[in-house]
Each structure stands twice: as structure tokens, then as C-alpha cells.
């Protein structure tokens, strides 16, 4: 069992900033990626930012140069720093985690966190 706790979501104001944490816990034996993706509404979810377990990112395009992905793998925690917010980043901002349990240290799976609202006000 994996818990993702998310904090950091909010209302804020076109230009504005935020920080999002994940922090994971449970039956982890290792991770291999933690990221963000984000769920507008009407939207399709989709992929925000990913840093792998060997520090590589990537990015949406439409948040390169305004949100940055950094991990303190010493408490599991992944933060996304997003700065310039636009309307446009509005959405439900999710937590993942592809991980091994310390019960199948074979198979990769898959943690989500519950969601932190961002809305950004023009």
C-alpha cells in the first residue's frame, strides 16, 4: 500500500506563483519516477512534468520555462514549482508515482494522489 499526500494547490492570480508537494510513503522498495499531470475541466489528463529516478525531466510544452520538477529523494517527496501561472493551468493537479513495493520488487506500478486544485484568475 502507497500513499500519495498532495499540498500546495490554491487560488492565485494571473502572473502568480505556486509550489505543489507529493509526498509518498508505504511499502516502497525503490522509485522510479515521480511526476505531475494535471486534469482540466472537460480535459483529458495529461503529463505536466516527470523527473526519473536518475534526476532526467521532462516537460508539457506549454509549462517549459515556467514550472520546475524537483525531487528530495531522501523523503520521497516530489515538489512542481510553477511560476507566470496562466488561466490556463487551471485544472487538478495530480501526484504519480511509478514505483516497486517491497512485495514485488519485479512489476512496476503506478500510485496516484488524490488532487490539488490550482486556479488561476485572469
Known amino acids: 500500500q502507497v500513499q500519495l499526500v498532495e499540498s500546495g494547490g490554491g487560488l492565485v492570480q494571473a502572473g502568480g506563483s505556486l509550489r505543489l508537494s507529493c509526498a509518498a510513503s508505504g511499502s516502497i522498495f525503490s522509485i522510479n519516477a515521480m511526476g505531475w499531470y494535471r486534469q482540466g475541466s472537460g480535459k483529458q489528463r495529461e503529463l505536466v512534468a516527470r523527473m526519473s529516478s536518475g534526476g532526467s525531466t521532462n516537460y508539457a510544452d506549454s509549462v517549459k520555462g515556467r514550472f520546475t520538477i524537483s525531487r528530495d529523494n531522501a523523503k520521497n517527496t516530489v515538489y512542481l514549482q510553477m511560476n507566470t501561472l496562466k488561466p490556463e493551468d487551471t485544472a487538478v493537479y495530480y501526484c504519480?508515482?511509478?514505483?516497486?513495493?517491497?512485495?514485488?520488487?519485479?512489476?512496476?506500478?503506478?500510485?496516484w494522489g488524490q488532487g490539488t486544485q490550482v486556479t488561476v484568475s485572469s
Open positions: 504519480n508515482l511509478e514505483f516497486r513495493s517491497a512485495s514485488n520488487v519485479i512489476g512496476v506500478q503506478y500510485g
